[in-house]
T-cell receptor, first 112, second 115 residues
Framework: QKEVEQNSGPLSVPEGAIASLNCTYSDRGSQSFFWYRQYSGKSPELIMFIYSNGDKEDGRFTAQLNKASQYVSLLIRDSQPSDSATYLCAVNRAGGYNKLIFGAGTRLAVHP | GAVVSQHPSWVICKSGTSVKIECRSLDFQATTMFWYRQFPKQSLMLMATSNEGSKATYEQGVEKDKFLINHASLTLSTLTVTSAHPEDSSFYIC???????????FGEGSRLTVL
C-alpha cells in the first residue's frame, strides 16, 4: 500500500464548476497535510495546509481533513482554466522534521 | 515569501561524469533541507534529509555513495550525482525548512539529462 494515494486523473471539469480532489494516507501518526499545485516542468507551489479535522477555507480553495478515515480532500470552487495543473497531496511523516511524502498527483483539466 | 534557489536549472552531461546541484535559501536560515527526485508523470520521491553540519539521512533504496549531499552552512546544501548514468536523468527538487516557522519552501528544480 502506498503511503499517500491519489487518483491520477485526469479530472476534467468545466470552467466555473467545483473540482474535487481526494487523497488517502496510511500513516495514522501523520499530523500535517498539504496540497501543492505543480505546473508541467515546474516545482510544486503550496496551496494550503491543514492540521485539524474539518474544513479550512482560503479563497476559492477548501481543504477537508478526516483523520479517522485517513482522508484529505481539496475543493476548488469556480474553477478557472489557469487551475489546470497537477495537484499533489503531501503528508508529513512523523519523526520530528517536515518530511513530506507525496502522492502521485491528480491532473486537473478545466475547460472553457 | 521565502525564496529557495537551485542551480543549475538544467544540465546535460555525459554518462560517467559527476554533476553538482546547489540549493540555497536566500533570505532565511534552513537547518534542514530535503532533496526530492521526480521522474516524468510521477510524484516527488524523497531522497534524503540534509541537516546542517551533520551527515544526511537517506531514504531506503537511495544510494548514499552515488548521491552525495553536503549541507555545509545554514543557507546551502548541495547534491552531487556521481558517475551519472542515463537512468539518473530526472527532475531534482530541493526544499528548505524555515528555522522559525517550520514551513517548507521549494526550489525551482534542476532538470538533469545524462546522455
Amino acid at each position: 500500500q502506498k503511503e499517500v494515494e491519489q487518483n491520477s486523473g485526469p479530472l476534467s471539469v468545466p470552467e466555473g464548476a467545483i473540482a474535487s480532489l481526494n487523497c488517502t494516507y496510511s500513516d495514522r501518526g501523520s499530523q500535517s497535510f498539504f496540497w501543492y499545485r505543480q505546473y508541467s516542468g515546474k516545482s510544486p507551489e503550496l496551496i494550503m495546509f491543514i492540521y485539524s479535522n474539518g474544513d479550512k477555507e482560503d479563497g476559492r480553495f477548501t481543504a477537508q481533513l478526516n483523520k479517522a478515515s485517513q482522508y484529505v480532500s481539496l475543493l476548488i470552487r469556480d474553477s478557472q482554466p489557469s487551475d489546470s495543473a497537477t495537484y499533489l497531496c503531501a503528508v508529513n511523516r512523523a519523526g520530528g522534521y517536515n518530511k513530506l511524502i507525496f502522492g502521485a498527483g491528480t491532473r486537473l483539466a478545466v475547460h472553457p | 515569501g521565502a525564496v529557495v534557489s537551485q542551480h543549475p536549472s538544467w544540465v546535460i552531461c555525459k554518462s560517467g561524469t559527476s554533476v553538482k546541484i546547489e540549493c540555497r535559501s536566500l533570505d532565511f536560515q534552513a537547518t534542514t533541507m530535503f532533496w526530492y527526485r521526480q521522474f516524468p508523470k510521477q510524484s516527488l520521491m524523497l531522497m534524503a534529509t540534509s541537516n546542517e553540519g551533520s551527515k544526511a539521512t537517506y531514504e531506503q533504496g537511495v544510494e548514499k555513495d552515488k548521491f552525495l549531499i553536503n549541507h555545509a552552512s545554514l543557507t546551502l546544501s548541495t547534491l552531487t550525482v556521481t558517475s551519472a548514468h542515463p537512468e539518473d536523468s530526472s527532475f531534482y527538487i530541493c526544499s528548505a525548512q524555515g528555522h522559525d516557522t517550520g514551513e517548507l519552501f521549494f526550489g525551482e528544480g534542476s532538470r538533469l539529462t545524462v546522455l
